[in-house]
Nanobody, 123 residues
Framework: QVQLAESGGGLVQAGGSLRLSCYASGGTFSNYAMGWFRQAPGKEREFVAVINRLGSSTDSVSGRFTISRDYAKNTVYLQMNSLKPEDTAVYSC???????????????????WGRGTQVTVSS
């Protein structure tokens, strides 16, 4: 059973940066694809970024955000730059046990979820 714990959220002005962290415990980190999703008030949860077991990644935010992982620390990061008020949301990390190197972009493909961390971007 993998447990995920996010940190690093907070309040930031538009144009600023934040780095989110997600620590994974209870499993072999290298066996999991890791994703970030977000949910704004009144909206459905949406895909932000994913990184596979080999470190390849993709995102939905036109390169403003960068996902990375540190295998020694069992942690996945989301570096968020040039933040906009519309980036305000609860950001959650997710993990999927996998034997391949697919990049999973839909939430139903993930097995484990963290509780989320709030990111608020003021204008």
């Amino acid at each position: 059973q993998v447990q995920l714990a996010e940190s690093g959220g907070g309040l930031v002005q538009a144009g600023g940066s934040l780095r989110l962290s997600c620590y994974a415990s209870g499993g072999t980190f290298s066996n999991y694809a890791m994703g970030w999703f977000r949910q704004a008030p009144g909206k459905e949860r949406e895909f932000v970024a994913v990184i596979n077991r080999l470190g390849s990644s993709t995102d939905s935010v036109s390169g403003r955000f960068t996902i990375s992982r540190d295998y020694a620390k069992n942690t996945v990061y989301l570096q968020m730059n040039s933040l906009k008020p519309e980036d305000t949301a609860v950001y959650s990390c997710a993990a999927r046990y996998t034997s391949n190197n697919e990049l999973y972009t839909t939430e139903e493909r993930y097995d484990y979820w963290g509780r989320g961390t709030q990111v608020t971007v003021s204008s």
